[in-house]
């Protein structure tokens, strides 16, 4: 397109929408008051701020780190489009209660200490949305309310964390565009959207910020001068010392203190779009990006204020990055980092899930039957419920994560029969020969009590003093492994809520692992596994074939979580799921346990030093309303 007829396109769009008639950045200083007097822009903010209302620009699409200052800017900019356009404005969260929370809550007193919006008087005040006397309006609804959203005329539309949509096979559309055509017959017409990425792939803040002209933020070396993108990769630090945080400039090598990243961020600090193009105020996107303008902002650009624990921003950045390791779930934890500081959308680091032949190929020469290895401390186990078996592992557990496998039995009888649970019995009290000299055996399990959950918890309560838990599996996203508790009336005992989709993704991850190299250390974590027979092909098939993984948005909050669910040929009966059913509760064992591995090895030690407590003590079973006994009579 030659660059006369581009400018003719430009002049014709700009005559239909009308330019305010004092820019808002202006507005803003002149008539909003923060809690110093004064209200300044961040120097990232300005030109999103001027783009809001450029009429040369469709949308406007923020893609920016947590603490960027987005509710701010958009609360100021909502009062400007009251006050000095009278514009419609409608704003649509995932839920409508998300929305409604956000009007009253944040905008709502927003409005009311800008003087410039409070002296405008107001014909209606509901939950839905505020209208004023010189017609000015503020309507929210949620992704999830069609028929709400199907009412709203409006200049404005401002989408909100988009990436938390839950999109239905039976909705209209793309729930945002469906959205964005409540704007149509305007002659003004405003369309933003916001985000914290979500998963690459699954993204709408990334589909928007892709479809755009993808302004970054750059700004320059203290050393060297070069003016770059700078990602939160770029910022070092010495073991276990994130306070001696800096950044390292790609370019030069040169080392540079948070005090001068901020003061770089200030001085030099500017966006360009993905031509390489400087963008100011005033300057649209080029039209071969359909007027679209996109905002991708990490938390390198941070000039506000940081935790006061902390010695500087960097120092924060670093100690969220060094507490991923030791976090329950440090995918998860990783994840969030990625989201909410790099504004990224997150690469999954095991998108594969393990194969049974590699883990074949990696099992180890120790027989848990004749000696446990020395690493292992404390051992939980996991058991599944069926018509006509009962399955059970026994996991080991040691240091920096690392968990050994020590026996797994499919114990065959129907499970009305109580010879079946007196297998069960006989398996999950076992004692096991452990290199110090002592005997061990399992500290805690977990039996999933959801099938035959009479039977099943009057076997458990006749144990809770083994350590045995009565369990089901919550087939909610997003909770935790340990999970709410409650009562059982009938067996009186208290029955664990186990977050199963979370416990199973961890599992994975840790499937995943490689054995290291000759002379090295095994990775954190790291799942060991003995080559006997009960730990073969089908064991592996079950552990990593039975169930399949994908991403699904849990209602309540609209973020993706794992979610695992039988394969068809575990449902037609080919391939048994117990292995990884059995393997969640063993672990869910271990949290419940909730013990301290290094002090529980001295106490091994200790108990090896003394002959008379050499051999596993054993607690008296108790028989009072014995399962058994009331089975057979």
């Known amino acids: ?3 006369s007829i581009e400018a003719g396109i430009k002049a014709l769009t700009t005559a239909i929408r009308v330019r305010p008639r004092i820019p808002f950045e202006r507005w803003a200083e002149e008539n909003i008051r923060d809690a110093d007097g004064v209200f300044r822009f961040r120097p990232y903010q300005i030109v999103p701020a001027a783009s809001i209302f450029d009429p040369a620009i469709y949308s406007v699409s923020l893609r920016q780190y947590s603490g960027a200052g987005k509710t701010y800017l958009f609360a100021a900019a909502m009062a400007y489009a009251v006050a000095q356009l009278k514009l419609n404005i409608a704003t649509q969260f995932p839920t409508a209660k998300q929305s409604e929370d956000w009007l009253r809550r944040k905008l709502k007193p927003f409005l009311v200490n800008t003087s410039a919006t409070d002296s405008i008087k107001t014909v209606r005040d509901v939950a839905g949305g505020i209208y004023w006397q010189n017609g000015a309006s503020i309507e929210v609804s949620g992704a999830n309310s069609a028929s709400v959203t199907r009412t709203i005329e409006a200049h404005w539309t401002n989408s909100e964390e988009i990436d938390a949509y839950i999109q239905d096979a039976s909705d209209e559309g793309d729930k945002v565009k469906v959205f964005e055509k409540r704007t149509r017959g305007r002659g003004l017409q405003i369309h933003t959207r916001s985000a914290y990425p979500s998963v690459k792939g699954h993204s709408q803040i990334d589909a928007a910020f892709d479809n755009s002209d993808r302004c970054n933020w750059f700004m320059n070396c203290p ?51 993905r031509d390489g193009e400087t963008v100011g105020v005033n300057d649209p996107p080029p039209l071969k990006y359909g007027s679209n303008r996109g905002f991708h902002l990490n938390c390198m650009a941070h000039v506000g204020a940081y935790d006061e624990s902390r010695t500087s921003y960097l120092h924060e950045i670093a100690a969220e990055w060094e507490a991923v390791e030791d976090a329950p779930n440090p995918e998860k934890a990783r994840r969030a980092v990625v ?22 190929r990696q099992r180890e020469d120790y027989d848990p039957a004749v000696m446990l290895p020395e690493e292992v401390i404390a051992l939980t186990w996991g058991g599944d419920v069926n018509k006509r078996f009962l399955s059970a592992v026994i996991m080991g557990w040691g240091l920096n994560g690392e968990s ?37 055996s399992c500290l805690k399990g977990c039996l999933d009590t959801r099938y035959q959950k009479s039977i099943a918890r009057k076997w458990v309560s006749n144990y809770t003093g083994r350590g045995v838990v009565a369990v089901t599996g919550s087939n909610q996203l997003g909770v935790p492994i340990i999970d709410r508790a409650s009562r059982d009336k009938e067996s009186r005992i208290t029955v664990q809520s186990i977050g199963t989709h979370e416990a199973k993704d961890l599992l994975n991850q840790r499937l995943q692992l490689r054995p290291p190299e000759d002379g090295e250390e095994y990775p954190e974590n790291f799942k060991h596994y003995p080559r006997t027979n009960a730990f073969g092909s089908s064991y592996f098939r079950g552990l990593t074939e039975a169930e399949e993984s994908f991403y699904k948005r849990a209602p309540r909050d609209g973020e993706l979580y794992p979610f695992y669910q039988k394969t068809e040929e575990c449902y037609n009966g080919n391939l048994r799921n117990e292995p990884l059913d059995c393997e969640t509760y063993a672990l869910a ?9 290094a002090g529980h090895r001295e106490v091994l030690k200790a108990r090896a030093s003394n002959p008379a407590t050499a051999k596993q003590p054993r607690r008296k079973i108790p028989r009072r309303n014995s399962f058994i006994g009331k089975l057979s009579s």
């Open 589 to 597: 064992s271990l949290k419940l346990l909730n013990i301290n591995l």
């Open 404 to 440: 050994w496998a020590i026996d797994y039995a499919d114990l065959q009888g129907h499970v009305d029969n109580p010879e079946t649970w007196k297998r069960l019995e006989r398996f999950v009290f076992q004692s096991f020969r452990h290199p110090f000299g002592i005997e061990i």
């Open 339 to 360: 989201n909410t500081m790099w504004a990224e959308s997150y690469s999954l680091a095991f998108e594969e899930k393990a194969r049974t032949p590699a883990l074949l």
């Open 223 to 273: 050393r060297c001068g070069v003016s770059r993108y700078w990602h939160p990769r770029e910022i070092v630090w010495p073991d276990d010392r994130p306070e001696k945080a800096e950044v390292e400039c790609p370019e030069c090598s040169g080392l540079f203190s948070d005090a001068e990243r901020r003061e770089s961020c200030l001085s030099s600090g500017h966006w360009r779009n």
């Open 1 to 3: 397109m030659s660059a």
